[in-house]
């Protein structure tokens, strides 16, 4: 092969190391963005990690019922800005979140908006 094809196949793998990343991020469309519910619940574990942050809260439904909802946030340096840290939620810590639902109807969805200990987080 000569000096140039193997110039453009290096430059082509490389361009495409970048783009890939980009390429893999997942879209929203597993989040009915037409309502906002809201619940109360108990932390049970909050992943602070990229692509995004996960809270899961035991919710108490009607009838005695417990139900671990799982929302998705935003990536970690949204968080940040939004004054959420690795540290913000512990297992035990009552909160309130306001979400977009899923559509298949699992417990949980994209957050819109937190409350904790009387601070808004949106």
Request: hydrophobic fraction near 35%; avoid cysteine; glycine fraction near 10%.
């Amino acid at each position: 092969m000569s000096q140039l094809k193997w110039t453009g196949l290096l430059a082509g793998a490389i361009a495409l190391g970048f783009v890939s990343p980009a390429l893999s991020h997942h879209s929203h469309a597993m989040f009915d963005h037409t309502k906002q519910i809201s619940v109360t619940g108990t932390v049970t574990d909050f992943d602070y990690r990229n692509p995004h942050a996960s809270l899961y809260i035991d919710v108490q439904e009607t009838g005695g019922k417990k139900v671990n909802y799982w929302f998705e946030m935003s990536n970690v340096p949204n968080m940040i800005r939004r004054g959420i840290g690795h540290t913000t939620f512990k297992p035990g810590d009552k909160v309130t979140v306001n979400f977009h639902p899923l559509k298949d109807g699992r417990a949980g969805g994209n957050y819109v908006s937190l409350v904790f200990n009387g601070k808004t987080f949106d």
